[in-house]
């Protein structure tokens, strides 16, 4: 059974840095497009940003300039470094990736940011 699992939210004060991670496992033969999402409180999911299998990224226009995401093809994992946080930044996020030509969603992180 193909997975995604997210590891590394927690608590952050602002300005700090966060940096999550997604590993895919199960019976996998090809990753296509993988990417970060967010659930805010009170908010719909919205995108964070995404990385082709070629390694050509998109960003929201609020997360530009302070996340980065990167992938290991070999290792089947990608990253979202978050540097400078804001409390606005607080959510659930979501790694999503295209295994196997299926849509597939992890579970989600937790992400807060606050004094």
């Given at each position: 059974?193909?997975?995604?699992?997210e590891?590394?939210?927690?608590?952050?004060?602002?300005?700090?840095?966060?940096?999550l991670?997604?590993?895919?496992?199960?019976?996998?033969?090809?990753i296509?497009?993988?990417?970060?999402?967010?659930?805010?409180?009170?908010?719909?999911?919205?995108?964070?940003?995404?990385i082709?299998?070629?390694?050509?990224?998109?960003?929201?226009?609020?997360?530009?300039?302070?996340?980065?995401?990167?992938?290991?093809?070999?290792?089947?994992?990608?990253?979202?470094?978050?540097?400078?946080?804001?409390?606005?930044?607080?959510?659930?996020?979501?790694c999503?990736?295209?295994?196997n030509?299926f849509?597939?969603?992890?579970?989600?992180?937790?992400?807060?940011?606050?004094?």
């Open positions: 059974q193909v997975q995604l699992v590891s590394g939210g927690g608590l952050v004060q602002p300005g700090g840095s966060l940096r991670s997604c590993a895919a496992s199960g019976s996998i033969f090809s296509g497009t993988m990417g970060w999402y967010r659930r805010a409180p009170g908010k719909q999911r919205e995108l964070v940003g995404i082709t299998r070629g390694g050509s990224t998109t960003y929201t226009d609020s997360v530009k300039g302070r996340f980065t995401i990167s992938r290991d093809n070999a290792k089947n994992t990608v990253a979202l470094q978050m540097n400078s946080l804001k409390p606005e930044d607080t959510a659930v996020y979501y999503k990736a295209y295994i030509s849509e597939r969603w992890g579970q989600g992180t937790q992400v807060t940011v606050s004094l």
